[in-house]
């Protein structure tokens, strides 16, 4: 196929999608990464599509007011992947041994499980995704989320079962964070946070800062319930201040050297 053929065929793609990853078009059209990032800086160029990161994204209305959309587990998870996992190390120093966690669902929270996998700490979790690798890997003490399987976005949940756990860290992530808090798209998300976020002492927010961009449809819980945001250095002056001013505690991921 020509370099024109599949730029074409990478649009016609995001007619029906707000966002496509460089893995999902790989698989696609066959060809290789560089490829894609190559078609992908030349529909930029053209202004038929927006480049962002790991992938590229639609211009259509909702895109252009910035309003998100809830993008699948499997898509998200190739986003910002470096600074996700300097963010979960971090994150990761905030648990002592003995502690009681719950880690919610979503990417940054799978790679803060992988990190947690061989303490000893008891862990509580909704994730599949990460309840799956913990089986297979992990050392700590798992308690899975009861009730049905909901495999988009990759959490189990129940409507009626209460949560028999306590902690003294309750780990989020979030689609998008504002003066209004955080942000997500899936109803299950937000239900999920809402209900969970009564059985810990403190919630950690764990997001890379380009979530301070997105403006997800829905709040899952004000800034003024948020303990701790654990972000990287991209973070700008005036969000920061933002949400000191609002109570919660900034912790920075560095962008270079190890986090123990």
């Known amino acids: 196929m020509s370099d024109s053929g599949r730029q074409r065929q990478i649009v016609e793609l995001l007619r029906d999608r707000p966002f496509a990853s460089v893995r999902e078009l790989q698989e696609r059209l066959g060809v290789s990464a ?3 990032r190559r078609d992908i800086d030349k529909i930029d160029e053209a202004g038929a599509a927006r ?4 992938g590229i994204s639609a211009l259509d209305g909702a895109a252009q007011a910035g309003v998100a959309y809830a993008r699948p587990y499997d898509e998200n998870r190739d986003l910002a992947v470096e600074a996700k996992r300097r963010i979960a190390a971090l994150a ?14 979503g990417s940054t929270c799978f790679h803060l499980g992988v990190r947690l996998a061989d303490r000893n700490i008891r862990l509580y979790t909704n994730s599949m995704p990460l309840a799956a690798y913990l089986s ?15 495999r988009e976005p990759g959490i189990i949940h129940s409507l ?35 209900d969970l976020s009564p059985c810990a002492d403190q919630i950690v927010v764990l997001a890379d800062s380009r979530k301070l961009s997105i403006h997800a449809r829905n709040v899952a819980l004000p800034l003024s319930r948020i303990g701790t945001l654990v972000t990287d250095d991209g973070l700008s002056d005036a969000d920061a201040r933002m949400l000191e001013d609002a ?12 986090i123990q």
Do not use: N, W
């Not at 990761?92 to 669902?105: R, S």
């Not at 109570?247 to 190890?258: E, H, K, Y």
């Open 136 to 150: 297979d890997h992990g050392h700590c003490s798992l308690t899975v989320a009861g009730g049905d399987l909901h």
């Open 160 to 194: 009626t079962q209460a949560v028999p756990f306590y902690a003294s860290k309750f780990f989020i992530g979030a689609q998008g964070l504002s003066q209004e808090g955080v942000l997500e798209s899936h109803p299950l998300l937000v239900r999920s946070i809402i």
């Open 247 to 258: 109570g919660v505690t900034v912790r920075i991921a560095p962008s270079s050297g190890a």
């Open 34 to 36: 560089a490829t894609v």
């Open 92 to 105: 990761a120093t905030m648990v002592g041994d003995g502690d009681a966690v719950i880690v919610h669902g």
């Open 51 to 54: 480049k962002v990161y790991g």
